[in-house]
């Protein structure tokens, strides 16, 4: 059993950065892929950024490529979310997700990823 929390969201200014982690417990071998999701009201589910954990392959959603970065700290099972010049559509609930299979890593889809954390809010001000 995985079990995920997430901590770091929060309210920030257009432009301003913010930085989530989910600290990851349970079993690890069910770990080998690490993502970020995010969801607003009345809309899907949508893959932000993922990190195959032994390998650290990334992938980016496009609307967030070059001002968000994902990592993890496999000696803290801890998987981050570094966001910067964040915009008001960065406003989400934010979520942590892992799943055993590498392969869910390429285009992360929610419906593939098995643990999940319960989010937390992120709101971007103008």
């Known amino acids: 059993q995985v079990r995920l929390a997430e901590s770091g969201g929060g309210s920030v200014r257009f432009g301003g950065s913010a930085r989530l982690s989910c600290a990851i417990s349970g079993d690890t071998w069910n770990n080998n892929c690490m993502g970020w999701f995010r969801q607003t009201p009345g809309k899907a589910r949508e893959g932000v950024a993922s990190i195959v954990a032994d390998r650290g392959s990334t992938y980016y959603h496009t609307s967030v490529k070059g001002r968000f970065t994902i990592s993890v700290d496999n000696a803290k099972r801890t998987l981050y979310l570094q966001m910067d010049s964040l915009k008001p559509e960065d406003t989400a609930m934010y979520f942590c997700?892992?799943?055993?299979?590498?392969?869910?890593?390429?285009?992360?889809?929610?419906?593939?990823?098995?643990?999940w954390g319960r989010g937390t809010q992120v709101t971007v001000s103008s």
């Open positions: 997700a892992t799943d055993r299979s590498r392969l869910v890593c390429g285009s992360p889809a929610p419906s593939l990823f098995k643990n």
